[in-house]
């Protein structure tokens, strides 16, 4: 059975189900392993995702026909961070709670071509995804009405996807880290109407009826400028990890953000916001000059490391949430905050509530 890249363990295995015979769901989980908890049964894959332990994840693969490395590859919740920390036979779970991800419709025009009439869903990191290879915009919304939203009057929004993908593919979970904060801060930019961007009006109307509901569209209009904010944001992170970037320099990169808000047309204050993630990344000690931090600073200068690695505030733990959690910021979309902003040594100082 064609894999659907990023599908949730539940959509696939009722996929599976269906192909061989339409087994009900009962009946299909049991012959991959037993119920973690007495009792337990699969949900419907709108609502929820199952989760394997390595056993029920060894069985799957042979009842698949798929090798394990292929099926972690394509199916998030069945990779190693995601498995049931549970020794011995096959068992799997099915929590109220889809811990750590968003269930998104997958893309009808991908669907079709996998030869699926089901309907499928995404494990997501977010409430919505981008179907770069049709141009459609993804989410979790279920309600009748609510189909994906093609992208043909909004082609910067492909653009930025592609771009975003190119901007982690290169720099892994540094890169992955930059556009959660990038973000966080457009996000803080939507909630503030006064900050709003005027393109952001005009990509609303631009979806006619949908563009109505104003939550649901959000993160589709700021998306460009949130993949361009992450990308600068990654700039200046990779000179402050290298320690090659001075006090002056990074004036001046706040300088080219002012700019940058300024082509956009956000008024001036939201650079306040950008001041706030520059103090929670700060400037790190020049290393001394011998010869062994020569050689190092020569090798990442040269882009002989291209990866960005996570660095405080920023940790490992924090790639395995949701986009929302991954940020080091506390801005959420729709969260509405009122804000008093103060200098501080090394930065600024957000004081707030929800």
């Not at 997501?124 to 919304?141: I, K, P």
């Not at 771009?163 to 556009?179: C, I, K, T, V």
């Not at 006064?194 to 393109?199: K, S, T, W, Y």
């Amino acid at each position: 059975m064609p894999f659907i890249g990023g599908e949730s363990t539940g959509s696939y295995m009722r996929r599976l189900a269906d192909l061989n015979g339409s087994i009900p769901d009962e009946e299909f989980w049991l012959m991959v392993g037993a119920p973690l908890r007495q009792g337990g049964v699969p949900s419907d894959p709108r609502y929820g995702d199952g989760y394997l332990n390595p056993a029920a994840l060894e069985r799957l693969a042979v009842m698949a026909g798929r090798q394990v490395a292929e099926l972690q590859r394509a199916l998030p919740n069945l990779r190693g961070h995601r498995l049931l920390p549970v020794d011995g036979p096959p068992v799997w779970d099915w929590p109220w709670d889809t811990d750590g991800c968003f269930l998104v419709r997958v893309c009808e025009l991908c669907a079709r071509t996998k030869g699926t009439s089901l309907d499928a869903y995404l494990a997501s990191d977010a409430t919505w995804q981008v179907c770069a290879r049709h141009g459609r915009w993804l989410d979790n919304r279920r309600e009748p009405g609510t189909a994906a939203f093609p992208l043909t009057a909004l082609p910067e929004v492909v653009t930025a996807h592609r771009l975003r993908l190119q901007l982690e593919r290169r720099l892994g979970a540094g890169g992955r880290a930059m556009f959660a904060d990038a973000y966080a801060i457009t996000s803080c930019w939507w909630n503030i109407p006064a900050l709003n961007a005027p393109a952001w009006q005009a990509r609303r109307r631009a979806l006619g009826h949908a563009g109505r509901d104003e939550l649901r569209v959000a993160p589709l209009v700021f998306y460009p400028e949130a993949v361009h904010l992450a990308r600068a944001l990654a700039a200046r992170e990779r000179r402050r990890l290298r320690r090659t970037l001075t006090l002056d320099e990074d004036h001046a990169w706040l300088e080219r953000i002012s700019l940058l808000l300024e082509e956009w047309g956000i008024p001036a204050e939201g650079l306040d916001l950008v001041g706030i993630w520059v103090g929670r990344h700060p400037l790190l000690p020049q290393p001394r000059h011998t010869r062994q931090t020569r050689t190092a600073t020569e090798r990442l200068a040269h882009g002989r490391h291209r990866r960005l690695p996570l660095h405080t505030p920023h940790t490992e733990q924090t790639l395995q949430t949701t986009l929302d959690e991954r940020s080091c910021l506390p801005w959420k979309l729709g969260q509405m905050i009122t804000t008093e902003l103060t200098a501080a040594p090394g930065g600024w100082t957000l004081h707030g509530r929800a």
